[in-house]
């Protein structure tokens, strides 16, 4: 069975950094691909960020470019968010979520597994 867990959420100012983790267990191929989604009070879940477990391949959604960064380490199957700038837009709760597709996409409902979700907030 698959499991996620979701780390390193808390709370930061504008302009700050965290990094999340999601270490995953009970994956049985290298062709998962991973995603981080977002989810603010009020609003639907978004995506953020995925990677192909096989050839780290990534994808971003505009308003992360050029800050935030996604990586795995296939040693520890763990997925990490790396998060700079981080803005108050930012603010919410984060999942990792695992895809049996090889395909990238960036639909909440095309994911197989989820996490418990990790609370990030960014103060101005």
């Known amino acids: 069975q698959v499991q996620l867990v979701e780390s390193g959420g808390g709370l930061v100012q504008a302009g700050g950094s965290l990094r999340l983790s999601c270490a995953a267990s009970?994956?049985?191929?290298?062709?998962?691909?991973m995603g981080w989604f977002r989810q603010a009070p009020g609003k639907e879940r978004e995506f953020v960020a995925s990677i192909k477990w096989s050839d780290s391949i990534t994808r971003y959604t505009d308003s992360v470019k050029g800050r935030f960064t996604i990586s795995r380490d296939n040693a520890k199957n763990t997925v990490y968010l790396q998060m700079n700038s981080l803005k108050p837009d930012d603010t919410g709760v984060y999942y990792c979520?695992?895809?049996?597709?090889?395909?990238?996409?960036?639909?909440?409902?095309?994911?197989?597994?989820w996490g418990q979700g990790t609370q990030v907030t960014v103060s101005s």
């Open positions: 009970g994956l049985t191929s290298s062709s998962y691909v």
């Open positions: 979520a695992a895809r049996k597709n090889p395909l990238l996409t960036t639909t909440p409902e095309r994911y197989d597994y």
